[in-house]
């Protein structure tokens, strides 16, 4: 079966600081991996996905995850916060029957 | 803009009423899903439509129930719901036949207030 698990609900951080969502997965196929964002009072918008061309994913808006297969995991990353990237980011996995399942996400606060 | 439209994008209903949740997307997708999205809980799949066969209904209680006449609709009827079913409810929208690559396109959600 395959499971995802967001570690740290909340994460704050500076403005111009590194910004760091951790993602582990479990999954019993290749997986696929996708970062979603969420801003307040809005739908899921897709931030970048992995499907195995290559190991380090660009996303929008600057953000970046590297899959790493012997970690099992998919961290999301930004060198430079923004007060704009306060949201909730979801992490997730497919199925072998071609579903997704979603990490219970992590919100990320950013300081001036 | 992502090409998937909910409305309403607010609904308050008594638990004796009946409503309608509608969904309509714009990008030739074959699949729609709807989700329940409560504070602190997982995103939870509800139902999935394949070229307007439900595929897939997660042990929902049949106070909610789908429709899909064509592959660009989607509507959730609801009735003598309870206020634990508040929440916001997304609608999104895939195209099959990639295995693996489900990519999901999201609408803005309906938040729904059960009184």
């Known amino acids: 079966a395959q499971s995802v698990t967001q570690l740290g609900s909340h994460v704050s951080v500076s403005e111009g600081a590194l910004v760091l969502l951790r993602c582990n997965y479990s999954?019993?196929?290749?997986?696929?991996l996708f970062w979603y964002v969420q801003y307040p009072n809005q739908g899921l918008q897709l931030l970048l996905k992995?499907?195995?061309?290559?190991?380090l994913v660009k996303g929008i808006n600057g953000f970046e995850a590297e899959f790493k297969k012997s970690e099992t995991s998919f961290h999301l990353t930004k060198p430079s916060a923004h007060m704009s990237d306060a949201a909730e980011y979801f992490c997730a996995v497919t199925t072998d029957t071609d579903k997704l399942i979603f990490g219970t996400g992590t919100r990320l606060q950013v300081f001036p | 803009e992502t090409g998937v439209t909910q409305t309403p994008r607010h609904l308050v209903m008594g638990m004796t009423n009946k409503k309608s949740l509608k969904c309509e997307q714009h990008l030739g997708h074959n699949a729609m899903y709807w989700y329940k999205q409560s504070a602190k809980k997982p995103l939870e799949l509800m139902f999935v439509y394949n070229f307007k066969e439900q595929t897939e209904n997660n042990s929902v209680p049949s106070r909610f129930s789908p429709e899909c006449p064509n592959s660009s609709h989607l509507f959730l009827h609801l009735h003598t719901l309870q206020p634990e079913d508040s929440a916001l409810y997304l609608c999104?929208?895939?195209?099959?036949?990639?295995?693996?690559?489900?990519?999901?396109?999201f609408g803005e959600g309906s938040r729904l207030t059960v009184l």
């Open positions: 992995y499907t195995s061309a290559a190991t």
């Open positions: 999104a929208s895939s195209q099959t036949g990639t295995s693996g690559m489900r990519e999901l396109f």
């Open positions: 999954s019993s196929v290749p997986p696929y």
